[in-house]
């Protein structure tokens, strides 16, 4: 037996006594703790019906301390009988019951009453409405009531509360007797110690005898093991003399290998898996710089990178990594570094290198050097990029295409002009992005530009001018193509041609206005003329004064073509001023403008006209429309349009021909609706009406400028003109013009 089984032996002892001492502490800790709470648990209950069950027996005039009541010796053996009947087969030794004063009012201990325990801290907390209890072992000084207890006792103090307010109204003092509990206890106690002691023996033992046997297998263990050792050594020593052999033999494969691969003319390395370099040829050897020192050398990152880490990044990635995960060769491009520190751009061609049984150990990697190449490449880039963004800084989109008419490149404005992303755009047919086909598109290459109606992405039509031309390239044929969006031009014309109608339209109506009034003039006096005949043939024969009362006597045929003369010739006066009021030249500028007043003079001066005759002007107008700031020359020549226009529209020979005009308040403004009971417009023709030049007229009836120009005069005047119209239902034109305040705060 050794010291080491001893030792374990002694501290297995020591142990499994300490384990007992600490498991008997905490059964015994616990056993009393489960004691105490059972009692107290068990008084708090016995109190409660000791209190509801002795209201009847003046419990509270015992509390409240009435001489007469607690001096009455038949009502304190009534009360005692009562009592002793509650607590039989109860383990109470002893109970007092204290006043709120503290006083013992009663003890079943004979010569306790009367005592004062005020100063008990039992009855203080019990008092304050707190509950509280202890062990009180045998022979042991008892702090709460000062004395030396002959057994064993649990003391404890319980509030004893009111059954209406829950008020303390006392004190129960009881003592509990533990001592059969305490010896029960004490008896579990010594059998939990016994079955402990033999179940720790019983591991003990076991644990002992396992430790034997270990140690004993052991021993012998090391026995053989140096058998073992010497065995080892003796191979060692016949392995070291066979490898010197084999060393010599790969020394002189490493002088011939050596001498081959010096024989490459590009750098050539064979690096280990951990990137340790392994062998090199004498290309690669004259990328090393004569004084950089052996450390510097071992790793191919050291040698090629001029740094002390592998590669990686996307810049510089490990061509070791990528053939260890194909397992094939890779080739990856490097910046490197010459003998004298200078960069070199390389290709790095990796392959695996394997040994006998097929397992990878390493790679040989070649680099060539391609720093020209890709210098030049570099620099043919930067001219196509330089290219590029001279194409895309051009505003015309330009497009080559190759000989079947698909599109090769084309620069940013084809890309914005058509709407179409660069990747959508490649390889698309020239011809559908025009509403010609291929053979129109091409007829005119090398022949100047010609303008064609291109779609943008979502059959959006639009002008274009288009050149075609042939690209000669070294050994293959393509075209290019210019496209000039000409939309603005083409808006800009036309409105160069809507104001230079405006323009005419304006001179015209002034020269018609001259002429108008140099024939008004010249109308005007032979009307005059002829009035002041009548009357002064009416006055000379004195048939306008009536003679006692009587009518003189004439021919009825003169006196009606008299009348008749002086009808006519009022009905030309009023044409005339009519006339004249339209077209006498005004000022442009706007004033405070009597919009139904320029209706009722419209709708007049259109009555004269022979062609609107039949046709019936009704107007709807508020009283209450206020005046609004306007040009009225401009306004009249609005309304001159919308009325002539509905009346137009209602010449059908369908119905009566009624245009209706009427005007109304709205907020912020008034608003004029002219409404004909025509034919209407078809969707088509309601979405041109307010174009420029768009007319439904026959050849010569219409230059399309009306509802351009209602509509540009109304703008300018911060209104706007609607349209609403049906096929078949007539035609609503609305204009909005506003209010005073409105129009003010606009121009603001």
């Given at each position: ?7 374990f ?31 107290h ?73 009367g ?11 019990a ?11 045998r ?19 319980i ?46 033992l ?38 010197q ?99 070199i ?37 930067q ?120 323009y ?36 000379a ?6 003679q ?16 008749m ?41 259109l ?122 239902t ?18 603001a």
């Open positions: 037996m050794n010291k080491r089984f001893l030792s032996t002694l501290l297995s002892l020591v142990g499994m006594i300490a384990v007992t001492i600490m498991l008997v502490a905490v059964f015994r800790d616990i056993n009393q703790a489960t004691l105490e709470k059972h009692f648990e068990h008084n708090v209950l016995l109190a409660r019906i000791l209190r509801n069950g002795l209201v009847n027996d003046r419990l509270p005039e015992v509390l409240k301390g009435e001489q007469e009541s607690v001096g009455d010796n038949r009502f304190l053996t009534s009360f005692e009988a009562k009592l002793k009947q509650y607590l039989k087969d109860v383990y109470v030794a002893k109970i007092k019951i204290f006043d709120l004063g503290g006083i013992t009012i009663y003890s079943s201990a004979p010569g306790e009453a005592r004062d325990a005020s100063r008990n801290p039992g009855v203080f907390a008092l304050n409405g707190l509950s509280s209890g202890s062990m009180v072992y022979d042991k000084f008892n702090s709460f009531d000062g004395m030396i207890e002959n057994r064993n006792l649990y003391q404890q103090y509030p004893i509360n009111g059954l209406a307010d829950d008020r303390v109204e006392g004190v129960f003092e009881i003592y509990s007797d533990v001592t059969p509990f305490l010896q029960a206890v004490s008896d579990t106690e010594q059998e939990f110690v016994i079955g402990l002691l033999a179940v720790l023996g019983t591991f003990l076991a644990q002992v005898w396992l430790y034997h046997r270990t140690d004993s297998a052991l021993v012998k263990e090391q026995a053989q093991t140096k058998q073992y050792l010497q065995e080892l050594e003796d191979h060692r020593k016949d392995l070291e003399s066979r490898v052999v084999r060393t010599e033999e790969l020394e002189s494969s490493h002088y011939f290998l050596q001498s081959i691969i010096d024989g490459i003319a590009n750098p050539l390395f064979v690096i280990k898996k951990d990137l340790q370099i392994s062998l090199m040829n004498k290309a690669a050897k004259g990328l090393i710089n004569m004084n950089t020192p052996k450390e510097k050398m071992a790793y191919c990152y050291q040698i090629s990178h001029r740094r002390d880490t592998p590669c990686d990044g996307s810049d510089h990635p490990c061509s070791f990594q990528e053939v260890m995960r194909t397992q094939s060769t890779a080739t990856v491009q490097h910046r490197h570094y010459d003998a004298d520190d200078n960069p751009i390389v290709d790095v061609i990796s392959t695996p290198l394997y040994d006998k049984q097929g397992e990878m150990q390493g790679i040989i990697e070649v680099q060539h050097d391609v720093s020209e190449l890709v210098y030049a490449k570099q620099n043919l880039a001219s196509e990029a330089r290219l590029q963004a001279i194409l895309d800084h051009i505003p015309d989109a330009i497009f080559t295409l190759d000989t079947t008419g698909r599109v090769e490149s084309a620069n940013m404005a084809a890309l914005g002009m058509f709407n179409y992303p660069h990747t959508e755009l490649i390889g698309k047919r020239f011809e559908s992005l025009f509403s010609e086909d291929r053979e129109v598109l091409l007829k005119n290459t090398n022949q100047g530009e010609n303008e064609y109606c291109a779609r943008k992405q979502g059959d959006e039509l639009f002008p274009v001018d288009l050149w075609i031309g042939d690209l000669h390239l070294a050994h293959e044929k393509r075209l290019v193509a210019v496209v000039r969006d000409i939309t603005e031009s083409k808006i800009a014309a036309q409105e160069l041609e809507r104001t230079r109608q405006q005419y339209h304006q001179e015209k109506m002034a020269a018609i206005g001259q002429l108008a009034a140099g024939i008004l003039h010249e109308v005007g006096n032979p009307i005059a003329a002829i009035a002041g005949a009548a009357d002064n043939m009416r006055s024969n004195g048939w306008g004064e009536q006692n009362g009587e009518k003189p006597d004439f021919p009825q045929v003169v006196i009606r073509n008299l009348n003369i002086e009808e006519h010739t009022e009905r030309l006066s009023k044409i005339t001023r009519d006339i004249a009021d339209f077209a006498s030249p005004r000022i442009r500028k706007r004033e405070l403008t009597d919009i139904n007043g320029l209706i009722r003079s419209t709708s007049r001066l009555g004269y006209d022979h062609r609107y005759r039949k046709m019936e002007i009704r107007q709807t107008l508020d009283s209450q429309l206020p005046a609004v700031e306007a040009v009225p020359d401009q306004i009249t020549q609005v309304l001159v349009n919308l009325i002539i226009n509905g009346l137009d529209a209602c010449n059908t020979g369908r119905l009566q021909p009624v245009v209706e005009v009427m005007t109304r308040v709205v907020q912020d403004g008034i608003e004029i609706e002219v409404k004909d009971n025509g034919a209407g417009m078809d969707e088509r023709t309601l979405e041109h009406a307010l174009e420029p030049f768009f007319t439904t007229k026959e050849p010569g009836k219409g230059t399309g400028l009306g509802l351009s120009l209602c509509s540009s005069i109304i703008s300018a005047h911060n209104g706007r003109l609607s349209i609403v119209s049906h096929s078949g007539g035609t609503s034109a609305t204009v909005y013009l506003p209010g005073i305040e409105t129009h003010s705060e606009t121009n």
